[in-house]
Protein backbone atom coordinates (compact mmCIF):
# COMPACT_ATOMS: atom_id res chain seq x y z
CA UNK A 1 0.00 0.00 0.00
CA UNK A 2 0.72 3.59 0.69
CA UNK A 3 4.39 4.73 2.23
CA UNK A 4 3.94 7.61 4.47
CA UNK A 5 6.79 9.41 5.11
CA UNK A 6 7.22 11.83 8.82
CA UNK A 7 7.33 15.41 8.20
CA UNK A 8 4.73 15.27 5.29
CA UNK A 9 1.79 17.55 5.42
CA UNK A 10 -1.31 16.43 3.93
CA UNK A 11 -4.51 17.47 3.22
CA UNK A 12 -8.59 16.52 3.08
CA UNK A 13 -11.65 17.57 1.60
CA UNK A 14 -13.65 14.90 3.74
CA UNK A 15 -14.56 13.39 6.24
CA UNK A 16 -13.81 10.11 4.54
CA UNK A 17 -10.81 11.26 2.86
CA UNK A 18 -9.48 11.91 6.40
CA UNK A 19 -10.44 8.37 7.75
CA UNK A 20 -8.88 6.61 4.63
CA UNK A 21 -5.58 8.62 5.39
CA UNK A 22 -5.90 7.15 8.65
CA UNK A 23 -5.69 3.74 7.30
CA UNK A 24 -2.87 4.50 5.15
CA UNK A 25 -0.94 6.07 8.06
CA UNK A 26 -1.48 3.25 10.29
CA UNK A 27 -0.83 0.67 7.64
CA UNK A 28 2.68 2.34 7.12
CA UNK A 29 3.58 2.49 10.59
CA UNK A 30 2.55 -1.01 11.58
CA UNK A 31 4.67 -2.24 8.68
CA UNK A 32 7.76 -0.04 9.83
CA UNK A 33 7.44 0.16 13.26
CA UNK A 34 9.32 -1.94 16.24
CA UNK A 35 7.13 -4.18 17.65
CA UNK A 36 8.48 -4.40 21.52
CA UNK A 37 5.94 -1.26 22.28
CA UNK A 38 2.33 -0.16 21.71
CA UNK A 39 1.85 1.86 18.55
CA UNK A 40 0.78 5.44 20.08
CA UNK A 41 -0.38 8.23 17.98
CA UNK A 42 -0.98 11.57 19.75
CA UNK A 43 -3.48 13.33 17.46
CA UNK A 44 -2.99 17.09 18.18
CA UNK A 45 -5.31 19.87 17.31
CA UNK A 46 -8.38 22.13 17.85
CA UNK A 47 -11.76 21.37 18.44
CA UNK A 48 -13.49 19.89 14.94
CA UNK A 49 -10.14 19.34 13.20
CA UNK A 50 -11.12 16.11 12.42
CA UNK A 51 -9.30 13.95 15.44
CA UNK A 52 -12.25 11.75 16.24
CA UNK A 53 -13.04 11.62 12.18
CA UNK A 54 -9.37 10.18 12.12
CA UNK A 55 -9.64 8.24 14.79
CA UNK A 56 -12.55 6.51 12.62
CA UNK A 57 -10.38 5.99 10.16
CA UNK A 58 -8.10 4.17 12.36
CA UNK A 59 -10.82 1.51 13.90
CA UNK A 60 -12.41 0.71 10.30
CA UNK A 61 -8.74 0.00 9.50
CA UNK A 62 -8.57 -2.51 12.06
CA UNK A 63 -12.17 -3.61 11.36
CA UNK A 64 -13.48 -2.58 14.81
CA UNK A 65 -17.30 -3.03 15.35
CA UNK A 66 -18.06 -0.41 18.07
CA UNK A 67 -18.37 3.12 17.87
CA UNK A 68 -15.86 5.41 17.91
CA UNK A 69 -17.40 8.74 18.89
CA UNK A 70 -16.25 11.83 20.81
CA UNK A 71 -16.74 10.40 24.50
CA UNK A 72 -18.34 12.94 26.54
CA UNK A 73 -17.58 11.71 30.21
CA UNK A 74 -15.22 8.95 29.57
CA UNK A 75 -11.57 9.64 29.08
CA UNK A 76 -10.65 6.25 27.36
CA UNK A 77 -12.73 3.25 25.60
CA UNK A 78 -11.17 0.29 24.61
CA UNK A 79 -11.54 -1.69 21.19
CA UNK A 80 -10.08 -5.08 22.15
CA UNK A 81 -6.59 -4.00 21.49
CA UNK A 82 -7.10 -0.64 19.76
CA UNK A 83 -7.34 1.89 22.81
CA UNK A 84 -9.21 5.34 22.21
CA UNK A 85 -8.22 8.40 24.77
CA UNK A 86 -9.52 11.77 24.43
CA UNK A 87 -7.47 13.75 27.73
CA UNK A 88 -9.44 16.88 27.08
CA UNK A 89 -11.29 16.30 30.54
CA UNK A 90 -8.24 15.00 32.45
CA UNK A 91 -7.77 17.72 35.21
CA UNK A 92 -4.34 15.91 36.36
CA UNK A 93 -2.35 14.40 33.76
CA UNK A 94 -1.30 11.79 36.50
CA UNK A 95 -5.12 10.56 36.60
CA UNK A 96 -3.91 8.71 33.18
CA UNK A 97 -2.19 6.26 35.11
CA UNK A 98 -5.20 5.30 37.13
CA UNK A 99 -6.35 3.70 33.71
CA UNK A 100 -3.75 0.89 33.20
CA UNK A 101 -1.40 3.50 31.15
CA UNK A 102 1.63 1.93 31.69
CA UNK A 103 0.57 -1.63 30.95
CA UNK A 104 -1.25 -0.20 27.59
CA UNK A 105 1.26 1.54 25.87
CA UNK A 106 3.72 -1.52 27.17
CA UNK A 107 1.93 -4.27 25.17
CA UNK A 108 2.75 -4.11 21.81
CA UNK A 109 -0.50 -6.00 20.93
CA UNK A 110 -1.97 -2.42 21.37
CA UNK A 111 -2.82 0.42 19.51
CA UNK A 112 -3.43 3.64 20.65
CA UNK A 113 -4.98 6.77 19.36
CA UNK A 114 -4.70 9.75 21.80
CA UNK A 115 -6.44 13.14 21.54
CA UNK A 116 -5.44 16.27 23.52
CA UNK A 117 -1.91 14.12 24.33
CA UNK A 118 -0.83 17.78 25.81
CA UNK A 119 -2.56 17.04 28.76
CA UNK A 120 -0.29 13.95 29.18
CA UNK A 121 2.79 15.19 27.80
CA UNK A 122 5.05 14.02 30.53
CA UNK A 123 3.52 10.72 30.42
CA UNK A 124 3.84 10.46 26.41
CA UNK A 125 5.88 6.93 25.57
CA UNK A 126 9.16 8.21 23.67
CA UNK A 127 7.73 5.69 20.28
CA UNK A 128 5.22 8.34 20.12
CA UNK A 129 3.99 9.36 17.14
CA UNK A 130 2.83 13.08 16.42
CA UNK A 131 0.08 14.08 14.14
CA UNK A 132 -0.97 17.73 13.85
CA UNK A 133 -4.65 18.59 12.85
CA UNK A 134 -5.67 22.03 11.25
CA UNK A 135 -8.87 23.25 10.56
CA UNK A 136 -8.18 25.08 7.14
CA UNK A 137 -12.37 25.65 6.33
CA UNK A 138 -15.63 24.27 6.64
CA UNK A 139 -14.19 20.94 4.29
CA UNK A 140 -10.74 21.41 4.32
CA UNK A 141 -8.25 19.98 7.35
CA UNK A 142 -4.83 20.21 6.85
CA UNK A 143 -2.79 16.61 8.58
CA UNK A 144 1.14 16.48 9.41
CA UNK A 145 3.34 13.57 10.50
P1 LIG B 1 -12.04 16.75 16.78
O1 LIG B 1 -12.07 15.35 17.31
O2 LIG B 1 -10.67 17.19 16.36
O3 LIG B 1 -12.70 17.74 17.69
P2 LIG B 1 -14.03 15.78 14.92
O4 LIG B 1 -13.41 14.71 14.09
O5 LIG B 1 -14.91 15.37 16.05
O6 LIG B 1 -12.87 16.77 15.43
O7 LIG B 1 -14.89 16.76 14.03
C1 LIG B 1 -14.52 17.15 12.75
C2 LIG B 1 -15.77 17.69 12.07
O8 LIG B 1 -15.41 18.28 10.83
C3 LIG B 1 -16.77 16.59 11.77
O9 LIG B 1 -18.06 17.10 11.96
C4 LIG B 1 -16.52 16.30 10.29
O10 LIG B 1 -17.68 15.83 9.64
C5 LIG B 1 -16.13 17.67 9.77
N1 LIG B 1 -15.24 17.65 8.59
C6 LIG B 1 -15.43 18.36 7.46
N2 LIG B 1 -14.44 18.18 6.59
C7 LIG B 1 -13.57 17.31 7.17
C8 LIG B 1 -12.34 16.74 6.76
N3 LIG B 1 -11.76 17.03 5.59
N4 LIG B 1 -11.72 15.89 7.61
C9 LIG B 1 -12.29 15.61 8.81
N5 LIG B 1 -13.44 16.12 9.27
C10 LIG B 1 -14.09 16.98 8.45
MG1 LIG C 1 -12.55 14.65 19.25
Known amino acids: MSIIKT ?9 QETQKLAGDILDSLIKKAPKDKALVLALQGD ?4 KT ?3 QGLGKYLKIKGRINSPTFVVMKRFGNFYHFDCYRLEKPKEILELNWQEIINNPKNIVAI ?6 KKFLPKQTHF ?9 QREIKI
Request: hydrophobic fraction near 40%.
Open 7 to 15: NKVFKTFTP
Open 47 to 50: LGSG
Open 53 to 55: TFT
Open 115 to 120: EWPEKI
Open 131 to 139: LKFKFINEI
